[in-house]
């Protein structure tokens, strides 16, 4: 256990200075962030570096080129001497497109395995997340899993994680900063409405904390709403009525413009919105296609190599 302690690692919670010899427990819950363990057994091995580039995914093919592959580009071009594969965490996703269009896309454990048997010996797995909700307790789950397969193993943090607090950055802001010149000019009696997915993990009150730093940053009638969380559209819509909402402009807040944004927001919202007498508009653009939170994901990707050990 103690052979563990110092091998597993992230920018974890800084114990109180009276705990003198912390269980281990203790320790692994206070790690936090980018999570990384090196395996003593290949300390040996040579480098050989790899990148996993793990997202939900969508059977939409327009979607997936226009929001999903620019960010998988720019880690490429950002790391050309490193490989990089990409994984779909949804295996309905993975399951559709082999069933539906034939293409075989890895899953998680695939990619891993893979690199495993091509004898790569440090991976970043880079997620693509939003918010660290099921998505991504699923990727720490495979990063415990696999960890003692490789001489190292990191895991990066999603787009939202820290929330400025203990001097940490402020992903929010950051965030928010990033989506700014994407928004449609403000407008008298204009709202907008950005989608989230939702989720059913405790990670889905990151939305409170989104739309709190909305207002104290934009300071402009923008809203956020999710498919499968809260706030939905109905406890949004009496807020639009009080402040005297006239045109609201629909923007999912997902990597891409998927079947979410494309059947859900565009097409049963709008619907919804247009019958309670809003004039609506929709913006079909993922996260991924705003170069400037593509350059968030850039900062996490850098953040994770920092943890790789470049003394063999």
């Known amino acids: 256990m103690k052979q563990e302690k110092q091998a597993a690692y992230g920018r974890g919670y800084m114990l109180h200075a009276e705990v003198r010899q912390a269980p281990a427990a203790l320790v692994r819950a206070t790690q936090l962030g980018v999570r990384s363990y090196c395996c003593p057994d290949m300390a040996t091995l040579p480098n050989k570096d790899a990148v996993i580039v793990l997202c939900f995914g969508t059977t939409h093919t327009v979607a997936a080129h226009a929001g999903i592959m620019p960010v998988v580009r720019d880690i490429q071009a950002a790391y050309p001497h490193m490989r990089v594969e990409i994984a779909f965490t949804s295996h309905i996703v993975v399951s559709r497109l082999a069933r539906t269009q034939g293409r075989k896309v890895l899953l998680p454990a695939e990619a891993l395995q893979k690199l495993w048997q091509e004898g790569y010996t440090r991976v970043l797995m880079i997620s693509l997340d939003i918010i660290p ?18 001489k190292q193993l990191v895991l990066s943090t999603p787009l939202l994680y820290w ?30 409405l950005w989608l989230a997915h939702g989720t059913p993990h405790p990670a889905n009150a990151y939305y409170s904390v989104i739309q709190l730093r909305l207002q104290e940053i934009l300071r402009r009638q923008v809203y956020l709403y999710s498919v499968e969380g809260w706030p939905n559209l109905a406890s949004v819509l009496p807020v639009l009525r009080a402040q005297h909402i006239q045109t609201v ?42 170069e400037a939170v593509r350059r968030l994901f850039l900062v996490r990707v850098r953040e994770a190599r920092e943890y790789l050990h470049d003394e063999a």
Request: aromatic share 8%; hydrophobic share 40%; net charge negative.
């Open 133 to 150: 909700g099921v998505e991504y307790a699923y990727k720490l789950a495979l990063w415990e899993e696999y960890k003692t397969s490789f």
């Open 163 to 192: 929330m400025g607090q203990e001097a940490q950055r402020d992903d929010i802001a950051d965030f928010i900063r990033a989506m700014e010149p994407a928004l449609p000019p403000a407008e008298n009696h204009g709202a907008v």
């Open 249 to 290: 402009t629909l923007m999912p807040l997902m990597l891409v413009a998927g079947e979410h944004a494309r059947n859900d927001m565009a097409t049963a919202d709008r619907r919804q919105l247009e019958r309670a007498g809003f004039h609506v508009r929709t913006y079909l653009h993922g996260l991924g296609e705003n």
